[in-house]
């Protein structure tokens, strides 16, 4: 049985109104958006709920999305990343459930999850059943990796413990979090043998490519590196006017780092920090997923810029609508407090103690 029959048979009658979560990247096996779909076979959608990135999926990152109506089927439209991240008791008032279809990259910083975690909240509050379709993760074959997130680092890029990178589904993750915080939600998930079709799920995800980066690569936002935003490579390249490329290349080849192949890269980022400044620095090919360690990598990335240029790097501010201030960016990326002197600051760190940085072991979440 497909899975939107399978969902409907389960979980739809005539009289049940509903509201979804979702963007635009949300498509059927056959391309098509996933709410006209749901519209054709009869599910009674009230209104649309969208998570940073807008409807669209392409609004960028950290921009306050506004409340509207969906052009393609005249459905309101309620942003989750706006005024509020959570919906409210008016928000659900005419439903009586909610659905949730999100892409899933298997990172903690990437926002998806943490809106589904504040619809969980509210559907526990106030007794509204939730279904998840659960679509695969695309790191379900790949590592899982920590630093699992500090109590003091709590934010919309992470607001439960768990590690920067992880295997599971969203569906996986709400019946753990579900059982673990003790909420009373009518949770249901509907699994998904949907095929993987990419569709940019935000403007900087733009490629398959991007995905086992994207954990390393935006970890750079915590400091004064581009990470490739407005170029044709986000999080693929990295670099700052300031960095020489030849010695960093030379550098990250000797760490022999597994399933990852670099390039010295000089690019010009039209938009984003040094824009309009030509930066040096590396271009990034992921050769073997299931090898790569991201955070690894990022983490000693970090590490060595900061005792390479001491003077030079800098933590960055990264003002977005959930954090308006933008302070202790790189805490609340890796979940360590005083991320900054801990890795770039205090010496050069050892592959023993990269390892211990990124345990994330059974049990610890």
């Known amino acids: 049985m497909p899975d939107l029959q399978r969902f409907i048979a389960s979980h739809n009658s005539p009289r049940q109104r509903w509201a979804i979560v979702t963007q635009r990247a949300t498509v059927t096996r056959d391309g098509n958006w996933i709410v006209p779909a749901l519209l054709a076979y009869g599910v009674d959608i009230q209104k649309i709920l969208t998570p940073e990135h807008g409807i669209s999926a392409q609004a960028e990152d950290g921009h306050t999305q506004h409340n509207g109506f969906d052009a393609r089927t005249g459905l309101p439209v309620i942003s989750l990343y706006g005024d509020r991240l959570a919906p409210d008791e008016t928000d659900l008032s005419d439903v009586d459930a909610i659905v949730v279809d999100l892409p899933n990259i298997g990172c903690r910083f990437y926002t998806y999850w943490w809106t589904i975690t504040y619809v969980m909240e509210a559907c526990a509050q106030f007794r509204k059943k939730l279904v998840i379709l659960d679509r695969p993760n695309w ?5 899982t990796e920590g630093p699992v997130l500090a109590a003091g680092c709590a934010s919309f890029l992470g607001r439960w413990p768990m590690p920067v990178t ?13 059982t673990n915080r003790k909420l009373h939600l009518d949770l249901h998930v509907v699994p998904t043998q949907e095929p993987l079709v990419f569709i940019p799920p935000s403007p900087s995800i733009g490629s398959r490519e991007t995905i086992p980066l994207y954990p390393a690569t935006g970890l750079l936002e915590g400091v004064n590196i581009s990470e490739g935003r407005g170029t044709a490579f986000p999080f693929r390249v990295m670099g700052a006017p300031w960095l020489r490329g030849a010695d960093l ?14 390039s010295e890269f000089c690019f010009l980022p039209m938009w984003g920090i040094h824009a309009g400044k030509y930066c040096e620095g590396l271009y990034l090919e992921v050769t073997d997923p299931l090898r790569f360690r991201p955070v690894a990598f990022g983490l000693r ?12 790097l800098t933590p960055r501010s990264y003002p977005t609508a959930a954090n308006p201030t933008g302070a202790n960016h790189l805490d609340r990326l890796t979940g360590i407090p005083n991320a900054y002197d801990t890795i770039c600051c205090q010496g050069w760190l050892s592959r023993a103690a990269i390892d211990a940085l990124t345990a994330a072991p059974p049990g610890s979440w």
């Open 139 to 143: 790191r379900s074959k790949c590592t």
């Open 249 to 262: 290349l030379a550098a990250v080849a000797g760490w022999q780092t597994e399933g990852l192949r670099v």
């Open 301 to 312: 990335l970090l590490n060595y810029l900061g005792m390479t240029y001491p003077h030079q």
């Open 166 to 178: 992880y295997t599971l589904t969203y569906g996986e993750l709400a019946q753990h979090f579900t």
